[in-house]
């Protein structure tokens, strides 16, 4: 089967940075994504990583190491609206492209 | 960019009625279209994935009898819950491929909450 793990919740500060960390372990790998969704709303496009490496994108950044695994979403300057539910997803070669998504990781901003 | 309208965004059924949702790509045209169930505070779980003019690839655990999917043209692709359940209840989200997006090419409908009672 296909493991896609990250941490339940976290809670960070206004203003703060946060970092959040997805491992996984499947059958096939060909691109990782971060989405970002609001309760009962669609999943948002924020960053998609196929190569090791960063990729930085606004107060949003992402990291992917193929050899271990590991994927992070980095949020700076954290604000309010950013309380949301995280989720990486992984894309699978062959299989019609699907994407297998994480456990989802809530995040809760505080003042 | 990219739109995905899902309707209804929400439903109440009686216990063994049957329910339609509807996936539509407004300005492009998906050849894949994939359905996804999400329980509370839970992760997307895909359902199926729909190709356009053949049948739908459901996932381990997924009823296809109970789940039908139809993907009959480019732009629409609908999941019907047949005599539904009160453990059928969740929100359903769609997801469309638009292949002229490359890699970035996943658009989410709306989605739908259905409640069973």
């Known amino acids: 089967g296909q493991n896609i793990d990250q941490p339940t919740e976290m809670t960070a500060t206004e203003g703060a940075i946060v970092q959040i960390n997805c491992t996984y372990q499947?059958?096939?790998?060909?691109?990782l994504f971060w989405y970002q969704q609001h309760a009962g709303e669609a999943p948002t496009f924020l960053s998609y990583?196929?190569?090791?490496g960063l990729e930085e994108k606004g107060r949003f950044s992402s990291f992917l190491s193929r050899s271990k695994g590991y994927s992070y979403l980095l949020l700076k300057e954290l604000q309010m609206k950013d309380s949301a539910s995280y989720l990486c997803a992984v894309k699978l070669t062959g299989g019609g492209n699907k994407l297998t998504f994480g456990t989802g990781t809530q995040l809760k901003v505080e003042l | 960019g990219a739109v995905v309208s899902q309707h209804p965004s929400w439903v109440i059924c009686k216990s063994g009625t049957s329910v339609k949702i509807e996936c539509r790509s407004l300005?492009?045209?998906?050849?894949?279209m994939f359905w996804y169930r999400q329980f509370p505070k839970q992760s997307l779980m895909l359902m199926a994935t729909?190709?356009?003019?053949?049948?739908?690839?459901?996932e381990q655990g997924v009823e296809k009898d109970k789940f039908l999917i139809n993907h009959a043209s480019l732009t629409l692709s609908t999941l019907t819950v047949t005599s539904a359940h009160p453990e059928d209840s969740s929100f359903y989200i769609c997801s469309a491929r638009d292949i002229g997006e490359g890699v970035y090419g996943y658009t989410f409908g709306s989605g739908t909450r259905l409640t069973v009672v």
């Open positions: 499947t059958s096939g790998f060909n691109g």
């Open positions: 729909s190709n356009e003019g053949s049948k739908a690839t459901y």
């Open positions: 300005d492009f045209q998906a050849t894949t």
């Open positions: 990583n196929v190569l090791d």
